[in-house]
């Protein structure tokens, strides 16, 4: 990980990420008022456009220190964190919803994935959301679709009815 947090901390100034946020169907499922948490925030982009939308319980946390300088001084009013350790600080069941944003793309070990699934687990409340959106995550069977299915998240595309 700590190739990966010296990439970040070196292109934090600049990158501008673009993986687009389905906010309309994310609204449809989530209300203005749950506690929300965005996994690998970067600089809160995404947090920002909820904010917009009238989402005010946000917190984002990300391992690279200068990503998430830069999101404090572009967004002020954000909670963006530095994320110490491989665990979520946050207690057991307490988010409503969790993002996961270009992340896993990132994550290159399958143990490292899972583990991150399995933390994101523990902090959701039971019926909670997690949003991915992933370059990997495509109709093939890649391997974040697989580790999520393991984990017992149910992957439904945009639009698409839940199982039940």
């Not at 989530?30 to 690998?40: H, Q």
């Amino acid at each position: 990980m700590s190739t990966q947090k010296e990439y970040w901390n070196s292109v934090a100034d600049a990158k501008e990420f673009t993986t687009p946020m389905q906010s309309a169907v994310f609204c449809r499922y989530v209300n203005r008022d749950a506690a929300i948490l965005d996994v690998g925030c970067g600089y809160g982009r995404v947090l920002s456009e909820l904010h917009a939308l009238g989402f005010r319980n946000l917190c984002g946390i990300d391992f690279s220190e200068k990503l998430i300088a830069r999101g404090k001084r572009q967004f002020p009013y954000l909670d963006l964190r530095v994320m110490e350790s491989e665990n979520i600080d946050f207690p057991d069941a307490s988010l409503d919803a969790v993002l996961l944003c270009a992340v896993l793309t990132c994550i290159v070990a399958d143990r490292d994935q899972e583990a991150l699934i399995a933390e994101i687990r523990r902090v959701l409340k039971p019926g909670g959301l997690l949003y991915v959106n992933d370059f990997l995550l495509n109709t093939d069977d890649s391997t974040a679709r697989a580790i999520l299915q393991e984990a017992g998240v149910k992957i439904r595309g945009l639009g698409e009815k839940a199982e039940e």
